[in-house]
Every structure is written in structure tokens, then in C-alpha cells.
């Protein structure tokens, strides 16, 4: 059902099948074809930051799955400890490579909308801290469970970038205009309690408890007659995935000319210093 604009990219082939397994360098796949629930895990260390290859990855890996007759909901979580995605890989926007940073936007937006439209159930086990990027990943799919603990939210304005109006408009879904309004302003980073008070997410188990209760919900999805289920969520999220269809070129000029910026090179730089030092404490 994903729209043919959709499906214009063809993603690289780096994501191999054996039978049931799927495995890249950076992602672990196995698809239970007795449920039809595939288990996607995002191991891209140290904390699942998305660079270009890995986004390439994850949307090849949707779009594998989508082309499975056998397989209707995908639960997506991660391997590392503690870290379900830092977000957006900072080394691609910091002193990047022009070309490299056009096709590294225009990746990030063909993910989102594989996995903001895939007419697969898609649940997130939110099992570590989920900052922007790996915000924008959750919000994306259709539940939302996480453990106690850790934070989630858009806090690109802490880097000294704006978060893209997509982004804005996911979240915009999720918990309604005006806590998004603060959420982007403050770069608001999320307690799990609070991102259940909020709607951020939609349950709060443990970590041991995550992976069962995301297939517990996940059986739930699967049991609807897929279609009128596909079709329902498409129903509410075509005309956020169509404004963005609409200005992709535009979106990808307006991401590097912005990042490109002397102002905004200083503040991912200091940025990056900062998390370093932080480290170092
Ligand atoms: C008007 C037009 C507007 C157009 C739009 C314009 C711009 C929009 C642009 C971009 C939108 C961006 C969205 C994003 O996703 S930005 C990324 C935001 N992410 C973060 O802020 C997370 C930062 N990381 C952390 O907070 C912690 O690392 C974390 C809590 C995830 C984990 O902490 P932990 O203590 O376990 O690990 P660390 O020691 O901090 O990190 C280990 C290692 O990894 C490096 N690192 C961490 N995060 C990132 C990252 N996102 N990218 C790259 N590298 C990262 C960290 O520096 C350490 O490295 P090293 O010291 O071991 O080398």
C-alpha cells in the first residue's frame, strides 16, 4: 500500500536472508512465520546512531518484509545495552561532504516514510534512551512501549538545529500542538514516566518485560484483518507523508544549506566536545 512515490529508491542490498533471519552488519531480523511478527534489532555500535548506511539498512530491511506474504507486524528494538537510537548520526552533519550530506538526508526521509507508512504493524520496544532521530523512530511506528528510566524526545534545538517540519508534524500527532510547541523549544528530553503522562509513548514495562509485552500487543495488531488495518492507518497519516512526498528536493536543499552554515558548523562542534567531555567525568 505505501504509495509507488515511495518506492522510487531502490535501497542497497546489504541485508542478507537466511530462511527466516535476516542479517546486515548493523541490524538482526527473524520473522516468525507462524505469528507474522518480525523482530527487527538495531545494533549499530556504540549507540544505534543513524548514518547513511545504517538508515539505507533499516528501510531495505521494511521493505524485505513488506514483500513477505507471510509477515504483518514487525516489532523493532535494539541490541545495545541501554540505547535504543542516539538519533541522527552527528559526524554526518558535522564538516560533512556536500554530496554525502544530500544523500544522507534524502535517506533519512525515504526511511521515515517506509516506516511511517508500511502497512505492517509496527511496534517499538523502547529499551534505552531515544533522543531525536531515535524519537522521530518511535513515534513512527504504531505503539509505543518503553522501559523505566530513560529519555526520550526532540531535542535538536540543545544541538543548535531545528527539527525538521516532519519530525514536528509526527510528534504533532502523537501529543497534540501545544506540547510539541514547548517540547521543540526547550529541547525537551522526556523521562519515561513523563512520556507516559504526555502520550509519548503508550506503555511503561521493564526492560526483562519489554520484549513479551511488545509481542502481546503485537498479536493484538495482527489479529485485525490486515487490510482494514493497513488501510485505517493511511487513513491517518497520508496527508503528513504527502507534505513531506510533496517537498523532498526542497526539504534535502533546505537541510544542507542550513547545516552548511558557520553558526550552526560551531554548535554541532561544541556539541560534540560536550559529549566527550561528559564522558571523560
Ligand atoms: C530551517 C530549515 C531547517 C531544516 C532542518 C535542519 C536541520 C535538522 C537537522 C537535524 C535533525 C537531527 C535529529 C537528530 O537526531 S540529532 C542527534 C541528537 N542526538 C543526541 O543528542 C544524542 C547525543 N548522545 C547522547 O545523549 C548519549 O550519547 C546517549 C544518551 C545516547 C548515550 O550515552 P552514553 O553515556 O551511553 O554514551 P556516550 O559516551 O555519550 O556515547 C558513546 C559514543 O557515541 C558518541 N555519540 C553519542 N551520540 C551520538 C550521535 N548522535 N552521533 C554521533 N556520535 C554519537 C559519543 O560521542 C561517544 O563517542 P566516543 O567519545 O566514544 O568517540
Request: hydrophobic share 40%; glycine share 4%; charged share 25%.
Given at each position: ?7 522510487r529508491f531502490i535501497p542497497r542490498k546489504t541485508t542478507w536472508m537466511y530462511g527466516q ?197 503485537m498479536l493484538e495488531y495482527v489479529k485485525i484483518p490486515n487490510m482494514a488495518r493497513a ?51
Amino acid at each position: 500500500m505505501a504509495s509507488s512515490i515511495l518506492r522510487r529508491f531502490i535501497p542497497r542490498k546489504t541485508t542478507w536472508m537466511y530462511g527466516q533471519r535476516m542479517m546486515s552488519s548493523t541490524i538482526d531480523v527473524s520473522v516468525d512465520e507462524q505469528t507474522g511478527i518480525a523482530l527487527m534489532k538495531m545494533k549499530r555500535k556504540p549507540v544505534n546512531s543513524l548514518n547513511l548506511e545504517f538508515l539505507q539498512d533499516i528501510r531495505n530491511t521494511i521493505v524485505t518484509l513488506e514483500q513477505n506474504k507471510k509477515c504483518k507486524g514487525l516489532i523493532l528494538t535494539s541490541d545495545v545495552p541501554k540505547i535504543f537510537s542516539a538519533g541522527i548520526d552527528i559526524l554526518e552533519m558535522y564538516q560533512p561532504n556536500e554530496e554525502r550530506l544530500h544523500n544522507f538526508w534524502r535517506a533519512l526521509q525515504d526511511m521515515w516514510l517506509q516506516l511511517y507508512m508500511t502497512p505492517l504493524a509496527t511496534i517499538a520496544a523502547i529499551n534505552g534512551h531515544s533522543p531525536a532521530g531515535g524519537c522521530l523512530i518511535s513515534i513512527s511506528c504504531d505503539y509505543r512501549i518503553m522501559a523505566p528510566n530513560y529519555t526520550i524526545g526532540l531535542n535538536e534545538t540543545l544541538l543548535g538545529i531545528v527539527a525538521p517540519f516532519w519530525f514536528k508534524d509526527a510528534m504533532c500527532n502523537t501529543v497534540g500542538y501545544r506540547e510539541t510547541e514547548i517540547a521543540l523549544a526547550l529541547g525537551k528530553l522526556y523521562s519515561t514516566d513523563e512520556a507516559l503522562q504526555k502520550g509519548l509513548v503508550d506503555e511503561v514495562v521493564t526492560s526483562e518485560q519489554i520484549m513479551e509485552a511488545a509481542q502481546r500487543k503485537m498479536l493484538e495488531y495482527v489479529k485485525i484483518p490486515n487490510m482494514a488495518r493497513a488501510m485505517s492507518k493511511q487513513l491517518m497519516r497520508q496527508e503528513t507523508a504527502d507534505k513531506l512526498c510533496s517537498t523532498q528536493d526542497s526539504d534535502v536543499q533546505n537541510f544542507v544549506n542550513f547545516c552548511l552554515q558557520d553558526k550552526v558548523q560551531q554548535s554541532l562542534g561544541f556539541y560534540l566536545e560536550q559529549l566527550k567531555k561528559r564522558k571523560s567525568k
